[in-house]
């Protein structure tokens, strides 16, 4: 049997709501080396450790941050940072995991990395309670507000069908590099929130997604500017009462994660570890359809590191 014909035999498996992905048999680490597979792989899902010993093992499966990240670049992290609330709540993406990619970052030789996110709540507290400004400053990063309209300037989007125009902050409009770091979690009105809908953080006007059909705004806005890399944090995982939740009794401890260049199966994945099929989310089959990423799993190759 060849090696791409046994990861994909073995995605079914791997990805049941709620269950372990399986240990494949991929290529060894070597420390100090960045090492490719035969064939590039399309998503890494890692299960069973802390957030940022996963992320260190899931991005050497895709040949170390110097596949993305190049010397001198400046770059920009998208967490979810939008409610007032500590990491046990799972509201936001986890601080272990943003500092680790941000020290990624730098030593693949960024010039410069940026964390921002446009806020739910205040920003201020929302920077500081969630633990992503420390996580940030001790890594050597710059936290960067979204709170203000002065940092965002209008685009186009003569291929949507609902949202033809919309406000980008100023920060991904001229970074080298986009990555994209959501929390998932159950979403009351896109029924889960994963890197598709964690872009709604990078726009000014938001109120007018929800509407105006947000799925819909969801997949025509996610054509505009692909995030070069998208980390899913399934550490701690809402599962009622999202995006911003009650209490940690809305949060199941999961520890997976999963990383991919593609949002759409990125996304499909999420959908599986969550419980739910990726095609009852309008905005990630309505992504697929368009040609933003592929939702069908079972024809991507992908690594399943257990730690």
Not at 16 to 31: D, E
Request: glycine share 10%; with cysteine.
């Amino acid at each position: 049997m060849k090696r791409r014909d046994f990861l994909k035999k073995g995605v079914g498996a791997g990805f049941v709501a709620g269950t372990a992905f399986t240990v494949s048999s991929s290529n060894k680490l070597f420390a100090g080396m960045n090492l490719l597979p035969e064939e590039p792989y399309d998503l890494v899902a890692i299960r069973g450790g802390e957030p940022d010993v996963m992320f260190d093992r899931g991005i050497e499966e895709l040949g170390g941050m110097r596949q993305f990240v190049k010397e001198g670049q400046t770059v920009v992290v998208k967490p979810n940072i939008g409610w007032d609330a500590v990491p046990e709540r799972g509201a936001n993406t986890n601080p272990l995991l943003v500092k680790r990619i941000v020290q990624h970052c730098f030593n693949a030789g960024a010039a410069q990395v940026y964390v921002f996110d446009n806020t739910c709540n205040e920003w201020t507290k929302c920077y500081a309670n969630s633990g992503i400004e420390q996580a940030v400053k001790d890594a050597g990063g710059t936290m960067f507000t979204g709170s203000s309209e002065r940092y965002y300037q209008e685009v186009e989007l003569p291929w949507a069908k609902s949202l033809k125009m919309t406000k980008v902050h100023e920060l991904i409009l001229k970074s080298d590099v986009f990555i994209n770091v959501p929390v998932l979690k159950h979403h009351g009105g896109a029924n889960i929130t994963i890197t598709m809908k964690n872009l709604m953080g990078i726009v000014w006007d938001r109120k007018y997604w929800h509407a105006n059909d947000l799925h819909q705004c969801i997949a025509d806005f996610a054509a505009f500017r692909k995030p070069d890399l998208n980390i899913v944090d399934a550490y701690r995982v809402m599962k009622r009462n999202g995006p911003r939740g009650v209490s940690v009794d809305d949060v199941v401890l999961m520890r997976n994660q999963i990383i991919s260049t593609d949002m759409v199966a990125a996304d499909a994945a999420g959908c599986k570890l969550f419980g739910i099929e990726p095609l009852s989310v309008k905005h990630i089959k309505l992504g697929g359809q368009s040609g933003i990423g592929n939702y069908d799993l079972e024809s991507l190759n992908i690594s399943r590191i257990s730690v």
